[in-house]
């Protein structure tokens, strides 16, 4: 983890109007709970009034970055802010399986258990499953 910290530190001073490195450096962060520095580091990969090349690649590095910031915001229990960012990388990406499985547990723990089930059978259809505890669960809610 160090050594990754310290190398994409280094991408970040050799190029710091990329976002790759700071989307790079904002997970790490994100992995050591390292969540204001992770999150200021999302922010540098995504700067709110630049404009990015509408191509796959930028479209794909833009959902990546909204994914990690819900997966961040998840980590602390901001399930509104989770799911809302996790519903942004799916704007920017369609089929984004993991997008899809993190957003039905968001919306589960928000309430929401209709949608929470059709990110869920979603996630199912793009070979990439919620757990099946989760799964049930989210029936029960629907059920009831």
Partial sequence: MERATLLY?????AAPDR????????QVYRQKQL????????????PENKQFPSTPYYQQLQAETFFERGLLFKEQGAWAQAVENYLKAIDLKENYPEA????????????????A???ALKAEELKHPVEP??????NQKVKH
Avoid: C, N, W
Wanted: no cysteine; glycine share 6%.
């Fill in 9 to 13: 530190r280094m991408a970040v001073a």
């Fill in 19 to 26: 976002p790759e490195g700071h989307l790079k450096l904002g």
């Fill in 35 to 46: 969540y204001a520095q992770a999150l200021e580091e999302f922010r540098l990969a995504l």
């Fill in 100 to 115: 899809y499985r993190q957003s039905a547990e968001a919306l589960f723990h928000q309430g929401d258990y209709t949608r």
């Fill in 117 to 119: 089930l059709q990110h």
């Fill in 133 to 138: 505890s989760l799964l049930e669960k989210i």
